[in-house]
């Protein structure tokens, strides 16, 4: 693995972490906002950061090219629908159950890259992506018979990451500055998410000194910071290789929202969460050593 590669790697496990404390942040916001409120303020924050920071830095601003912005259209109305779904299926859930059901975007990256783009898939690859599923029906209760709306907007949440995280497959060779395109990315998430708040009657800002922590994380942490590495990261690594880090935010929101919010998994949503976790792991091992062969 070459220098570039490494520094990737080790830079989506960074993000793996903000993404991870980004359920508990949430959940502290959620206590003062409506979800749509707060996910439009989110955008609108990063905005009101990052586009100073673009304009006072010359190399920066002479990135700043239509023909880029055009190219975050896409990502960015994937990145606003799947952070829309996911804070709005969190009003209902629990931040470990959003965490878990989220990861199963690295089963569906696969599935999609072979109907798209016809790469091979090993065989093994569908009894993982069951195995997943069975790990979700686990975690969520499903198998009594009983669901969560919440859990269920994860689920739909998880499919639309997919299609973000291979869409950067297709345009990682065009992307420019990073940096840049993450604000352009932000700015259309920010358009598609704002309709949407006209739905509520929430406060517009945190109310709470723990609400306003949370929305910075949400902002710098994970807004700013995390999602322009993955633009980065994604420039070098593949998909499936970058979605098997990104399955670490699951075990390290699940650590975080033990100590932060007390929450607790009963044995099937451990059974669960280890089937989860395991089947992705593996799947994408075996789809890299076989693409390496």
């Known amino acids: 693995m070459n220098q570039n590669a490494v520094r990737a790697v080790m830079e989506l496990v960074f993000a793996g972490v903000l993404w991870g404390f980004s359920f508990i942040a949430a959940e502290w916001v959620l206590e003062d906002m ?18 100073p920071v673009i304009a006072l830095v ?64 090993h065989p093994s690859h569908f009894i993982f992506v069951v195995l997943g599923l069975l790990g979700t029906a686990l975690i969520c209760g499903f198998q009594g018979g009983d669901y969560n709306f919440g859990d269920v907007l994860t689920l739909i949440c998880s499919g639309v990451a997919a299609v973000h995280i291979l869409w950067y497959g297709l345009i990682q060779e065009k992307i420019g500055n990073p940096i840049t395109f993450n604000i352009f990315q932000v700015v259309w998430s920010f358009l598609l998410v704002l309709p949407f708040t006209l739905l509520e009657t929430s406060a517009l800002l945190p109310q709470s000194s ?35 880090l990104y399955l670490l935010e699951s075990p390290f929101a699940t650590m975080f929202a033990f100590y932060f919010l007390g929450e607790r998994l009963g ?9 989860i976790l395991g089947s992705v792991a593996f799947s994408t091992y075996i789809a890299t050593r076989t693409r390496r062969t």
């Open 34 to 51: 409506e979800p749509f409120t707060l996910t439009a303020v989110r955008f609108a924050f990063a905005l009101l950061i990052g586009l």
């Open 210 to 244: 723990k609400g306003w922590i949370g929305m910075f994380m949400l902002v710098v942490g994970s807004t700013l910071i995390a999602f322009t590495l993955q633009v980065r990261a994604q420039k070098i690594l593949s998909p499936s290789v970058a979605s098997f």
């Open 267 to 275: 044995i099937d949503q451990w059974v669960g969460g280890i089937l």
């Open 58 to 121: 010359p190399a920066l601003r002479s990135s700043l090219k239509w023909e880029q912005a055009r190219l975050a259209i896409p990502p960015g109305l994937l990145l606003g629908a799947v952070l829309l779904l996911q804070v709005w299926g969190q009003r209902y859930t629990t931040a470990t159950n959003s965490s878990f059901i989220t990861t199963l975007y690295v089963l569906f990256v696969p599935l999609m890259e072979r109907a798209v783009f016809g790469v091979r898939l």
